[in-house]
């Protein structure tokens, strides 16, 4: 029996339908670590793409250039953020949201209720008004890419790290029901879920930290932002396009579903 490899319902798309030639990529919280690993695999693939964080942020040689401020806890900083770099470049097929702290590692009956809700309000609650902001420049042209930097932490949960957890297992939820809600609409909703990765928040964590986090890991080592890079590159990628409202692995072999 013959197929039609491209079939679809009538109100789907087929594959990288509606994908302009030229990409244009906003990456969130990318001054370090994986974002300015992201910012760099793009540029080196011809994406123009605007790198932003805290206006306080520090930027190196590999991302400088097109960069702003932008702070993921402040609706209207995240809607003109992202508003400017559509004016700036006409269209933005891409965003990938990096931008989250890890917390203090303590046990939860010495977590207060404050830092509990200010790691949730910014992984969390800045997930989603990336998110929103993000599909109000897409949704009108019928195509784009969205991926958030979630944690194996949101699937297994770490002990001693009951908000950043929380914070993470929300992303995950989140990016399945948008995924799914907006599945037809050219406009694909992912995240990746790395293991331990060496960046700046595994280095701010203790020796003692570091090696617990390493002997959760099968392949016996940290991630690099690099590997993270190269595949938020294949997600956000036109060839991506029947995968949507999907938790990528990226672990060393740790997570189990």
Request: some cysteine; glycine content about 12%; proline content about 5%.
């Amino acid at each position: 029996m013959a197929a039609d490899h491209q079939q679809r319902d009538p109100g789907g798309r087929g594959p990288g339908d509606g994908a302009p030639q030229e990409q244009h990529a906003v990456v969130v919280g990318a001054s370090s670590g994986m974002g300015a690993a992201i910012v760099e695999t793009l540029r080196a693939q011809g994406i123009k793409t605007l790198a932003l964080d805290l206006p306080s942020a520090s930027w190196g040689d590999e991302v400088a250039g097109m960069t702003g401020p932008v702070d993921v806890t402040d609706v209207a900083s995240v809607e003109s953020a992202l508003k400017g770099a559509e004016e700036a470049f006409g269209a933005v097929e891409i965003v990938v949201n990096c931008a989250g702290i890890l917390g203090p590692v303590a046990p939860t009956v010495e977590t207060s209720q404050e830092t509990f809700e200010r790691i949730v309000d910014l992984n969390l609650g800045g997930a989603f008004t990336v998110t929103r902001a993000a599909l109000e420049l897409m949704l009108p042209r019928g195509y784009g890419r969205i991926v958030h930097i979630a944690s194996v932490a949101g699937k297994e949960g770490n002990p001693q790290m009951a908000a950043y957890s929380a914070s993470k297992a929300g992303v995950i939820g989140m990016v399945k029901a948008v995924g799914k809600e907006y599945a037809a609409s050219g406009v694909t909703v992912n995240a990746v879920a790395p293991a331990s990765v060496e960046t700046p928040l595994i280095q701010g964590m203790t020796p003692e930290r570091q090696e617990v986090q390493k002997s959760l890991i099968p392949m016996h080592r940290f991630g690099t932002v690099q590997e993270i890079a190269h595949l938020v590159s294949y997600i956000v990628s036109p060839q991506a396009s029947f995968t949507t409202g999907f938790v990528y692995d990226a672990s060393g072999g740790r997570a189990d579903y």
